[in-house]
């Protein structure tokens, strides 16, 4: 897709900067993501807190609807962080946008309910969601291009993955939390005051991220285009005016179509779809899903270390592929009722999504230069994540009441399984080719 220019190649540096790199990057996706595995496995309490006058499918739909339109403000987010991480600088941006996660997550934990507030209380729920999504557009794009521009040639996509690990880790870790408060309290207490545990944990989680951010240097491809005077002075518009980055933006929707209903149907909808639409119990269902959270983190990095060898293409095609063939089998598995056969089902579609997500990111960072790189990623990214993932445990949820058919995320997965194989097919191979700085 991109053309190569020759760009001054800095100094590569060290492994002892590129571990702290990668740790400073990770940990900030990890807690910017953690609200959703907690999120996802509170779904029913958080709809008793603050819809406590509906019901059923209705309450339920209720607690994704504000789980989901806040994705539509991460488009937003991503061309305001975009513009000032490809403008001042990457580090800052990213220490701003874990400050501004830490706060709102903890913010949540504090609201008075439905009962003290009336409705008032899922007002300011909605208002702190859609915060989250503003820093969210903002921290996936940085955090995946900073990653890349300090990792060493060769090695891109299995440092990139790391931080696509912290994801599912982070994810694993909200789950476990919530589902341990849950089994060890009661309903009242739950709803009192256990719910609120995971979200004021967000907090310190933060500024531990805060401070292993602010001790590392910006990327020496962004310092490179600044010693030289040539960083972009309007990176969207600059993208947006070019055929080719434009066509690449575009690209970006249909690619990412799997890694959108995977990471929010397969995952972060999982503890509820077991619980509500299956009728697994409380403790069944956070062991499925932490077996298939288990799964993908053990296999994310081998993804991208064939990615690194094997080229970005054919890893995340046929995972993708894959997924299309087998993702109905694996959840008619799934909905057996059995727990060991969902476990089967969940483990071995997480092994094949590993394919995918483990790629994803540093395959979108290839795609631009360093001069537009976060803005141009951020924005056809995050139009993806809106469209097809935070609407997905809310879509998900309407069609099954609707229809009566529990099979219903097998089928949204390998649809949007399918848009990405035939999309991936568009673009060029990019693993062993530089990064381009302009």
Known sequence: MSVRRPSPVATPPDSSTVR???LAASVGVFVELYDYGAYGFLAGTLTAVF???????TALMLSFLVFGIPFFVRPLGGVVCGYFADSVGRQRVLVFVILLMSVATAAIGVLPDYAK???AAPILLMLLRFTQG????????GAMSFLAEYAPEGRRGRITSYAQLASFAALLTGTLLAASLNA??????MQSWGWRIPF????PMGLIGIYIRKRVGETPRFEGLKERDRLSASPVREALSSPEFRRAILLIVPITLLNSSGYYVLFAYMPTYLSEELRFSTVQG????ACTLAAISVAIPFAGRASDRLGRRPVVAGAALLIAVLGIPCYLLISQG????AIVGGVFLATLFAGYTGVIHILLVELFPTRVRVSAYAFGYNIATAMFGGSAPFLMTWLIGLSGNTQIPGYYVVATALGSFAAVLKIRESAHLPLSDE
Do not use: N, Y
């Open 51 to 57: 819809f406590p006058q509906a019901s059923g499918h």
């Open 20 to 22: 702290r790199v990668t």
């Open 184 to 189: 060890g309290l009661s309903d009242e207490a």
């Open 200 to 203: 004021l944990i967000a907090f």
């Open 117 to 119: 507030f009336g409705i």
């Open 338 to 341: 059995s727990v060991p056969l």
């Open 286 to 289: 956070l062991l499925v899903t």
């Open 134 to 141: 503003f820093s969210l557009g903002g921290e996936v794009a």
